[in-house]
């Protein structure tokens, strides 16, 4: 965790990054209006970074509850928010394996969109599940991401680069999912098949299982250099194609949302 937390503090621009993955932000956002649709839902946001889904749900009049393991990643959530002009009901520094004391039952809607690709122990990532689903109300959505097994391969071909790496080296990530490497921080990469199995171990009723960038990611580059006009079309045909199971390893992300 101190790794991770080093990461978000001192080595990496978290906010900026979804400057840069539109797709990502744009479908994922897409998602987020598609099964959010009960006016002023309670939301907790557990690992929500900088607060970049948290401030667009606040401006829909959402009552949103930050969490992120980063302290500068709070500071800056506090700060940006502030600038939209909105509000967050509490904004705080913690662990998704340690919550603070919220009342059981008590958030409509909980994103768990960044501590599950963090932590490596199969054990950690069902504790992150079953404290979140504490929280959740029956018939409350659970919205939670996960870094695809395919994303590193995916990111080496969106360049045409393969880095330091060896083929060798990326196709490992396909056997064991752990990552060690430079260029990011301690992570797990996830096939479809775990992510879901992880879900429904804890009784959630499956709405969506999504391929976030599919075949619009390894363009993405190009996509974002052309007019607003062509690029809503890309994000047209990449939202129709994102439950296409056919295509989930093309995509660097998957987004799973289920019911309580």
Not at 210 to 232: R, S, T, Y
Request: aromatic share 12%; charged share 30%.
């Amino acid at each position: 965790m101190n790794e991770i937390e080093n990461w978000y503090d001192n080595e990496y621009e978290e906010w900026n990054r979804l400057e840069r993955h539109k797709i990502e932000f744009e479908i994922t956002k897409h998602y987020l209006d598609r099964y959010i649709t009960k006016p002023e839902s309670k939301i907790f946001d557990i690992g929500g970074g900088p607060g970049r889904y948290s401030i667009y749900l606040a401006k829909q009049g959402h009552k949103i509850t930050l969490l992120d393991l980063s302290g500068k990643n709070v500071c800056v959530a506090k700060e940006k928010a502030a600038e939209a002009g909105v509000v967050l009901e509490d904004c705080v520094k913690g662990d998704a394996l340690a919550l603070p004391e919220y009342e059981k039952e008590s958030f409509d809607v909980i994103l768990l969109m960044g501590p599950l690709y963090h932590l490596t122990k199969a054990e950690d990532r069902k504790k992150a599940v079953e404290e979140a689903r504490k929280l959740l109300k029956k018939g409350g959505i659970l919205i939670a991401a996960f870094i695809s097994q395919y994303a590193p391969i995916q990111d080496c071909f969106s360049y045409l680069d393969f880095y330091e790496d060896e083929v060798k080296e990326l196709l490992h990530y396909l056997e064991d999912g752990k990552n060690n490497e430079g260029g990011f921080t301690t992570a797990y990469f996830t096939s479809v098949e775990e992510a879901r199995s992880l879900m429904q171990e804890q009784q959630f009723k499956e709405l969506a299982f999504v391929g976030v960038e599919n075949i619009l990611g390894c363009k993405e580059q190009e996509i974002l250099k052309l007019p607003n006009e062509e690029q809503e079309k890309w994000l047209e045909l990449g939202i129709a194609l994102a439950e296409d199971e056919k295509l989930y390893g093309t995509s660097q992300h998957f987004l799973y949302i289920g019911e309580k």
